[in-house]
């Protein structure tokens, strides 16, 4: 085992033993922490294939994360009311359960990637960044004028959605939830990696000229990746909703957006494990940091610049080496 | 002379017509003509700047003529992009190296195969673990004699051992015709050789459109041979002919053998 898979290995393992320790020393805090985790390492394990693998800098990404935040909050809000969500052409109601919610999370962050970035991808560079951008401004003063749905004050839900044979009021048990997601994400994305639309989506960032010279149209190859990566966002952002059970425009906002893509360059841009790293130390700073000075993010605007300047790999890079090509 | 022309058409791979191309005051391509029959390599050669790799580009697709047509297979492709063309079995390599840096070699020939392939779009699998792929890839990278280096990152290679993975893609794509841009270029003369011994075989596979600074290999290699200056297409004949024409003596040979 190389020293990044035992890296891997060491976090991942920290990220289950933490909350199962703490659960016996009565610390529900802390539980919590390692569950904002697990889901923001999810959103970030989603960005991660667009970026790492394809080389696409969205910064519309709080689009998809807010979209399955949304998609909780208003299916959950039917329920909590009792009132369907439509009654024509055909009855829907809303509901309390999460496979429904990840689904219906899922697949509308899946469609909205599909829309924006089959516009934003007939660009490039700083054009791209600025068009994902946009979208993500636009959905964010969308939600703030939908008053409907809680507008600028967003939508709150009095209790946690169920999942079948679970009780996810216990907060270790919904943590279990959230780590069992993000192990079957960072199972699948290295799977991706690994397969022949890691290969080409890759060898696409590196040289577009080569994969085309090969007869592969890169726009099909970006745009799969695109909606891949929105749909996995989307799903983080459905737990993260369900983890505050409260979802409001700010899930939207570009910051959320930033936050992600932070999570990624500091754990290391396209290491499978890079958003778990980034997303642990962006909670561990944010909670030792901020209680010292509200300024917190000061210093984490510091350590970027340091990774960014002299750590090309994040984190992991760091720590572990370039990056073996695949094996 | 002997009529290079072709009137029936027949085994005529590749068809350039009246082909122009201007970039701001600077005419690249003027009214070229040429074409690539079946079993031949032909050597495009030319002064720096003459235009050689701006014609070969939009052969492959990358540039759009100004005016002018480009017929593959016996079918105009003016309308198709470079995936189409290359999907018709158009295989090229780049003067200036275009391949996955970060890949290893054999990843490099992989993608090749893949894209002749196709099933680009499956996400499970392992694909360096795919037996048919690699298979593929690696008898490629055996013909270029590049075998033993492909476990090496691709950065890592010299600028010859590029162009040779160059040719070793090309390959995998299992191609009707060859655009090959200065493929001898960094290689030094050992491999200058063996790739001209390669060439010489490749020729019976697929048609080689070569553009070539080595006149060693120009010589040893070309069915025909037609030489550019400043866009324009001065000449086209057997090596023969254009040896002894005394505008090439003038304007190309002259500069590169002195007396
Ligand atoms: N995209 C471009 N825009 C403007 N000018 C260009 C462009 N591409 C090529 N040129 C110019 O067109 C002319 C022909 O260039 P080209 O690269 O085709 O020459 P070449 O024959 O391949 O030369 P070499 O032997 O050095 O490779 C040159 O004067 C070059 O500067
Ligand atoms: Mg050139």
Redesign the pocket.
Known sequence: MNREKLLNTAVILLLLAIPLWAHMAEEPFLITLATKVAILALAGVGLNIALGIGGLVSLGHAAFFGIGGYAMGILAAHAQNYEPLAEWPMLIEGTNQMPVIWLVAVVASALAALVIGALSLRTSGVYFIMITLAFGQMLYYFAISWTAYGGEDGLSIWVRNEFPGLNTLVPLEFFLICYVILCAALWFAARLARAPFGLALSAARQCEARVETVGITPYQLRLTAFVISGAITGLAGALFADLNRFVSPTMLSWHTSGEIMIFVIIGGVGRLFGPVIGAALFILLEHLLGGISDYWQIYLGGLLLIIVLYARGGVIGAISGREVAHD | MTDMTDPSGAGQVLKVSDLSKS??A?Q?SKNITLDLRAGEIHALI??????????IKQISGELRPDSGSVSLLGRPVDDLDRVARARMGLGRTF?ISALAMEFTVLQNAVLGALGARGGVFRFLGNVMRDKALVAQAEHALERVGLLSDAKRRTADLSHGQRRQLEVAVALTLQPKLFLM??PMAGLGAGGSQALTGFLDTLRHEAPILL?E?DMDAVFALADRISV?VY?EVIATGTTEEIRNNAEVQRAYLGEEEPV
């Open positions: 970039f701001g600077l690249a030319g002064p720096n700047g003459a235009g050689k790799s701006t014609l003067q841009d200065e553009v600074h550019l866009g």
